[in-house]
């Protein structure tokens, strides 16, 4: 483990500030394996997540025991917000973080948000930016949740994942960088494994999408933003 990786995650996650090199002196570095949970609903919010390499998945369980992902969290990028909070060692967590690869997460922890980030502005207002912005992801996704048949929720899906993790091809198509199981796929949109399947089978039919190993390839992204 080095010094480095924290230094460019915390680098691309919050920019730079006073205090920089102190605070990621300070900073703990943690390895987790596949398939750990990192927290549950009500485990105290007391660290910042950054992660530096792998995938975590972020959820919730609905009252009928179904899990939904709302969103994965990639290298770069930071998850436990509740630990902003005053009231986050108190109330608790809200979600399940569970890693979905081999993953080296950036621990912050609170004491630390205390006396580098908050008085900071311009990391206070990066960190107002990815929340409003991860809210307004999951806003649209719940409006089309609630209004759209299962392939136009499945198209809004891969449309999101493109822009998000998809890597330009040399045909004008995007390889969605993800290795992601159908069962999960189905966790997002509130689907059916055998419905996800069904569906991606007949996308490829059509020429929207194509598979590049476990990898789904966008073939056609306009195609799929005319089904919204």
């Known amino acids: 483990m080095s010094k ?15 205090g920089f090199s102190e605070f990621v002196h300070e900073v703990q570095e943690v390895e987790i394996p596949k398939g750990f949970v990192v ?8 660290s910042l ?5 792998g995938l975590v998945s972020i959820s919730r369980v609905t009252p009928n025991g179904r899990g939904v992902i709302l969103d994965y969290v990639s290298p770069n990028q930071f998850f436990g917000e509740e630990a902003l909070l005053n009231q ?8 399940i973080a569970e890693a979905k690869q081999e ?41 089309i949740l609630l209004h759209r048949e299962v392939r136009v929720r499945l198209a809004a899906l891969f449309l999101d994942l493109g822009q998000r993790y998809g890597v330009p091809q040399s045909d004008g198509s995007l390889l969605i960088d993800l290795n992601i199981p159908h069962h999960e796929l189905a966790r997002f949109i509130g689907a059916t494994r055998e419905t996800i ?32």
């Open 4 to 18: 480095e990786s924290i230094s460019e995650a915390v680098t691309q996650a919050f920019g730079p500030f006073e």
């Open 39 to 46: 927290y549950i609903p009500g485990d105290r919010a007391t």
């Open 49 to 53: 997540y950054i992660v530096i390499k």
């Open 88 to 95: 986050g060692e108190t109330e608790g967590r809200w979600e």
């Open 103 to 143: 993953t080296r997460l950036c621990v912050v922890k609170r004491s630390l948000m205390q006396r580098f980030l908050f008085p900071n502005i311009g990391v206070m207002q990066r960190l107002m930016e990815v929340c409003l912005e991860k809210r307004q992801r999951l806003s649209s996704r719940l409006e």
């Open 197 to 228: 399947s069904a569906t991606i089978s007949s996308f490829k039919s059509m020429g929207y999408l194509a598979g590049k190993g476990r990898r789904l390839v966008l073939a056609k992204p306009a195609l799929l933003e005319a089904l919204l």
